[in-house]
T-cell receptor
């Protein structure tokens, strides 16, 4: 089946530094990728929609200058948390729209990246 | 208009029992309702999904019941197993958008 990977799986950084998270579709081309944020024991919150070769579309309330998204190819999207602060600590999950299947919207999620900002 | 309410927040079921999780949505424009299963430290995985043109969909031990007039849908897990212990999220959205509103999740624990 379609696989989405994320790297790194965990990252700890100091406040003020920037962190880059990679999202890759391993065995399919993903025109669209999504980035979510999930707080402990909470639901997923969509941050932005990323389309290959164009600017990302951010959801209301998400700072685009803080969360930089680049979708350089059909298999790679990156999320950079700039000038990270402790409140940015969270579980970041990407997803990618996969090969079409009849009557099913195929959206495959990555395993997530746990970010801890000290 | 954009909320999806999910209940219960947590659920404990004996092995072999039926697990039932309920969701309610507000936006009548939503026409795609997936359920996701998430294990700790992992991303969600699609379990089963339904569209409003049917009232029930069954895949193995998992069944979605859909009530369009009440704007509610539920997941039934028959013969629940300890391996089903996970967090389950319902979601709702428009077909083709892939932009879903997720419920708050239900932590299911199936006792051996």
């Amino acid at each position: 089946g379609a696989v989405v990977s994320q790297h790194p799986s965990r990252v700890i950084c100091k406040s003020g530094t920037s962190v880059k998270i990679e999202c890759r579709s391993l065995d399919f081309q993903a025109t669209t990728m999504f980035w979510y944020r999930q707080f402990p024991k909470k639901s997923l919150m969509l941050m932005a929609t990323s389309n290959e070769g164009s600017k990302a579309t951010y959801e209301q309330g998400v700072e685009k200058d803080k969360f930089l998204i680049n979708h350089a190819s059909l298999t790679l999207s990156t999320l950079t948390v700039t000038s990270a602060h402790p409140e940015d600590s969270s579980f970041y999950i990407c997803s990618a729209t996969g090969p079409w299947q009849e009557n099913v919207e195929t959206q495959y999620f990555g395993p997530g990246t746990r970010l801890l900002v000290l | 208009q954009q909320q999806v309410k999910q209940s219960p927040q947590s659920l404990i079921v004996q092995k072999g029992g039926i697990s039932i999780i309920n969701c309610a949505y507000e936006n009548t424009a939503f026409d795609y309702f997936p359920w996701y299963q998430q294990f700790p430290g992992k991303g969600p995985a699609l379990l089963i999904a339904i569209r409003p043109d049917v009232s029930e969909k069954k895949e193995g031990r998992f069944t979605i019941s859909f009530n369009k007039s009440a704007k509610q849908f539920s997941l039934h897990i028959m013969d629940s197993q300890p391996g089903d212990s996970a967090t389950y999220f319902c979601a709702a959205g428009g077909t083709g958008t892939y932009k879903y509103i997720f419920g708050t999740g239900t932590r299911l624990k199936v006792l051996a």
